[in-house]
């Protein structure tokens, strides 16, 4: 298989220390430098808990110049993505995002952008296989049962609410259900947000909690009957895999790709 050479933006980061380790893992995958907001001019093997010997850079575009990378792992945060991915692009690197928190104008920009460079790009809101079949079977159950609240929960530390899995599982079961709002037509909030965000009707709840990694229940109501559909993550190398596989797929692609499942058979 052809080497691909990667720069991975936030590379000391939760996510990002742990694609490191994977794009040093895999055989076919060469990691070419790290983007960070500081430490330029250090290899990353200077930090701590790091053992690769590569050049850190705070100016992404001169990152893309000097090391002339096949695709861009970006894991920062909702605006600093959004500028690196763009900056990709424009340099004519394929990205594979896995940062969360963009708005829908942020994806309808960035897709406009692809389609006009015609290079491949893949913007994840989950890597991990179980949560991408979580969403799947959500969609699947949202058209026998219409009523349907979504809660995700974090760990204390994540800056965007809702979640992006959480933001996405309501995208795609809206797309199969005819927009309803629920509960009581009358029903009154006495504390603002009681009743969560409303996606077309559907409710997301957002929980964060130290001690939490990433988990979403998928709460269905119907006549005498719940359904839930749950999954877990306990740690980020659940994430990994899907990250393999977006780097792999972001190669053969020349369009937006927006969630794994579009990629997943
Ligand atoms: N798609 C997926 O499956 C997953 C996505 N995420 C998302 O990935 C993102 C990162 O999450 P965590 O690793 O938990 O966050 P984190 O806070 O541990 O890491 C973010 C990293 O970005 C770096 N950073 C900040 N500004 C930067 C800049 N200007 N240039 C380069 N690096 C910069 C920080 O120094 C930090 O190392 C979040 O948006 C999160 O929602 C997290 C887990 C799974
Ligand atoms: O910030 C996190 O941790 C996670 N973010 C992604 C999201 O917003 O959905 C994916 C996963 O839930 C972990």
Do not use: W
């Not at 050479?5 to 790290?34: C, N, Q």
């Not at 790091?50 to 705070?58: E, H, M, N």
């Not at 927009?179 to 409710?203: M, V, W």
């Not at 988990?215 to 993550?233: A, P």
């Amino acid at each position: 298989m052809k080497e691909i050479k990667i720069v991975i933006a936030g590379a000391r980061g939760r996510m990002g220390s742990e694609a490191v380790k994977l794009v040093e893992e895999t055989t076919h995958f060469s990691l070419v430098a790290v983007v960070d907001h500081k430490h330029e001019g250090k290899s990353l093997k200077d930090l701590d808990g790091f053992d690769v010997d590569v050049p850190i850079y705070t100016d992404i575009d001169k990152c893309f110049f000097e090391t002339n990378p096949d695709v861009l792992i970006d894991l920062t945060t909702p605006e600093i993505g959004k500028i690196h991915t763009k900056k990709a692009l424009l340099n004519g690197v394929r990205p594979v995002v896995g940062t969360t928190g963009f708005s829908e104008e942020d994806l309808t920009e960035l897709q406009d952008l692809t389609t006009e460079k015609g290079i491949g790009a893949i913007i994840a809101p989950n890597f991990a296989i179980g949560a991408i079949l979580m969403m799947k079977f959500s969609q699947m159950a949202a058209k026998y049962l219409q009523d349907v609240e979504i809660i995700e929960q974090h760990h204390d530390q994540k800056l965007d609410a809702p979640s992006g899995t959480g933001l996405k599982t309501a995208e795609m079961i809206a797309a199969v259900r005819e927009e309803k709002q629920q509960g009581h037509p009358q029903e009154k909030e006495i504390l603002t947000g009681a009743r969560g965000a409303n996606y077309k009707g559907i409710r997301l709840h957002s929980v964060r909690l130290p001690g939490l990694i990433a988990h979403q229940e998928v709460m269905f109501g119907g006549d005498g009957q719940t359904l839930k559909i749950r999954h877990d993550s306990y740690n980020r190398a659940s994430f990994m895999s899907g990250v393999k596989l977006a780097v792999e797929n972001v190669m053969k692609v020349d369009l937006l790709v927006y969630g794994l499942e579009n990629i997943i058979e």
